[in-house]
């Protein structure tokens, strides 16, 4: 509020001396006798060289300053009034005047703000981060069940028509045909969105004068953890973009081609892909489970959401009702999410050894410990046509693009929980949070 008052106040210094020269300009170029003429070129051409100058200054300090953006803006508001109206200014008392309404009219509006802020809803940049933080994570859980929904459905669907958009007669835009396809495209919008806003929104957070449990780094902290998660989840939807961009080479986009070669070979590339989506399905669900769970952890311990309550244990009052599973919110869990990594490992090892079954490679059971010796355990891939060659190699590339973004996300969901508990340890901690920047 400070700053912004201080550029207002600026800003109405120089909307003085511009209208003040606006209207010297005007008298020292007007015949004699008629300076009140609705319009004089000198008057406008000096308004509009100091308007130009203030906007370049303005948006200088801007670019070297982002930290302050809402005064930056607020200053530019009053010089592009002033400027504008300017141009009919024919005394300098009717400058004054106009100036001097238009400073008044600026602060007025930030008093009310002001007063309204403190004692009438005292809402404070922290509050809005908080909040925003728990719409975040919750988005992307909402994500990662779309995302496991989408690569549960590969099952069964044809996955390069569901990967197409498709235009009705009448609509202005395409839409996806395949509900969880449009789920992801919508979700990945939401969660843009709201990562622009809560970066806008955590350096007026950290500016605040505050007492609490988080500290201005933390909260930087907290936005750059769930930036690093975002990235990885939002790369994982690409595999939707690469069954399309498939189907778009091969022209399965357009109309249905009557050439039995190509319909068999559609054919055979959604079987695989059944195929593989089935071998997967179980290391994925785990993965895709205990990352969830690792953020509503995320949300407990930021005490962004409040513990469930256990129905069992209290209604008999046996704090052994829960049995020995280890829930989002215990001591433990960050030991529970890490052993977790180990079981999606070797649920990676047996899903490439039952695609290699699949696809007809025989491999030995020490070749993922010894991959140097793939021709002597019998590989075999370079013995087949170069086209069939290709085509598995491709769908190999992609099942290991997904389990690498799923480890990605895995251990960057997993690094924002060790984070919130190690380094923050804010449950037992309390700081004065001063930052001015």
């Not at 406008?44 to 100058?53: I, M, N, Q, R, Y």
């Not at 607020?74 to 106009?98: D, E």
């Not at 509050?127 to 975040?136: H, L, N």
Request: glycine share 6%; with cysteine.
């Amino acid at each position: 509020m400070i700053a912004n008052v201080l550029a207002t106040c600026l800003a109405a210094a120089f909307a003085m001396l511009m209208t003040w020269c606006g209207v010297q300009a005007r008298i020292n170029t007007s015949p004699t006798g008629t300076p009140a003429e609705p319009y004089n070129p000198s008057q406008s051409a000096v308004l509009g060289v100091w308007l130009f100058f203030q906007i370049y200054m303005v948006s200088t300090f801007r670019a070297k300053f982002p930290q302050f953006v809402f005064p930056t803006l607020i200053y530019a508001i009053l010089i592009n009034v002033a400027a504008t109206f300017g141009t009919v200014f024919t005394t300098t008392p009717q400058a004054q005047a106009f100036v001097g309404r238009l400073l008044e009219a600026f602060l007025t509006g930030f008093a009310v703000a002001f007063i309204v802020s403190l004692f009438v809803i005292p809402v404070t940049s922290r509050k809005i981060v908080y909040k925003g933080t728990a719409a975040y994570i919750g988005t992307l859980r909402k994500y990662l069940k779309a995302h496991k929904s989408y690569l549960h459905s590969l099952e069964e669907i044809d996955m390069f028509s569901a990967s197409l958009d498709v235009k009705e007669e009448g609509d202005a835009q395409s839409t996806p045909s395949h509900p969880d396809v449009a789920a992801l495209k919508d979700l990945t919008a939401a969660v843009n969105e709201l990562h622009a806003k809560l970066r806008g929104d955590v350096p007026l957070a950290k500016r605040e004068i505050a007492y609490g449990n988080l500290s201005a780094d933390d909260l930087g902290e907290i936005a750059k953890l769930l930036r690093g998660i975002m990235v990885p989840l939002v790369g994982l939807s690409a595999l939707v973009d690469l069954f399309g961009r498939f189907a778009e080479i091969n022209r399965w986009d357009a109309e249905k081609i009557n050439d039995p070669e190509y319909e068999s070979l559609r054919n055979q590339l959604i079987t695989d892909w059944n195929v593989i989506s089935q071998l997967v399905h179980e290391p994925f669900a785990a993965i895709f489970q205990a990352m969830d769970q690792g953020l509503e952890h995320t949300l407990l311990k930021l005490r962004l959401q409040k513990p469930p309550k256990n129905k069992n244990a209290t209604m008999t009052g046996d704090i052994e009702a829960k049995g020995a599973d280890v829930l989002p919110g215990d001591s433990t869990f960050s030991d529970y999410l890490s052993d977790q990594i180990d079981v999606f490992y070797q649920g990676k090892k047996v899903t490439l050894q039952e695609w290699c079954s699949h696809k007809g490679i025989k491999v030995s059971e020490d070749f993922f410990g010894e991959p140097e010796n793939a021709e002597q355990n019998g590989f075999g891939l370079k013995r087949r046509p170069t086209i069939e060659r290709r085509r598995t190699h491709r769908q190999l590339n992609v099942l290991l693009y997904v389990s690498l973004r799923l480890l990605l996300l895995y251990y960057t969901s997993l690094s924002i929980v060790l984070t919130m508990i190690i380094d923050f340890q804010f449950l037992s901690r309390l700081s004065w949070c001063i930052r001015f920047q």
